[in-house]
């Protein structure tokens, strides 16, 4: 139950501050800057919401939750969930700590340089090794995701521009 209202809470932060703060105003032409980050956290909100009012339910009508809805859910039957829940706080502010610099310094240095830099480090900490396949697979993504943000859907990419 923790879990859910630790997902809404930062929902709404970043409903209330993140998105809002470090969004590009509105260049009056397709698609805002915000909209597809306001849908998936909205989406991410509603779905944490549903499965807490779930949980609160289940808990005010005294009906006993099974051991595959609980937070810590031990593997019944086979199912494979033996560790979803226990955080591993190293490994978390390893994935954290990128992502909120990068939300950071998009600001400050160009969309491009933080991206690039961004996923190489993010490959790097989820276990890739290959540098070929770090630097090909950030170029490829940072470039396709440019094209289709800036020419696609007509959204100018935040931060400065040099292109």
């Known amino acids: 139950m923790i ?3 630790t997902i809404a809470g930062f929902c709404i932060l970043m409903l209330s501050w ?3 703060m ?3 105003a509105y260049p009056g032409y397709g698609a805002s800057p915000a909209l597809v980050p306001n849908v998936a956290v909205s989406v991410m909100l509603f779905m944490a ?4 009012i779930r949980i609160g339910l289940a ?3 005294k009906k006993p939750i099974s051991a595959e809805e609980g937070e810590f859910p031990e593997d019944v039957e086979g199912s494979g969930f033996t560790q979803v829940g226990r955080v591993k706080l190293p490994h978390l502010a390893s994935i954290l700590i990128p992502s ?3 939300v950071v310094l998009i600001e400050y240095v160009a969309y491009v340089f933080v991206s690039l830099v961004f996923l190489m480090i ?3 900490v989820i276990g890739s090794r290959s540098w070929i396949q770090m630097i090909t697979v950030s170029v490829i993504l940072t470039a396709v995701l440019y094209i ?3 020419y696609g859907f007509g959204v100018p990419v935040p931060g400065p521009q040099i292109f």
Request: aromatic share 20%; with cysteine.
């Open 148 to 150: 289709v943000m800036r």
């Open 3 to 5: 879990a859910y209202v």
């Open 22 to 24: 470090y969004t590009p």
């Open 18 to 20: 993140a998105i809002p």
């Open 100 to 102: 909120v610099l990068l």
């Open 122 to 124: 993010f490959q790097y």
């Open 59 to 61: 808990v005010l009508m």
């Open 49 to 52: 919401c549903l499965s807490f």
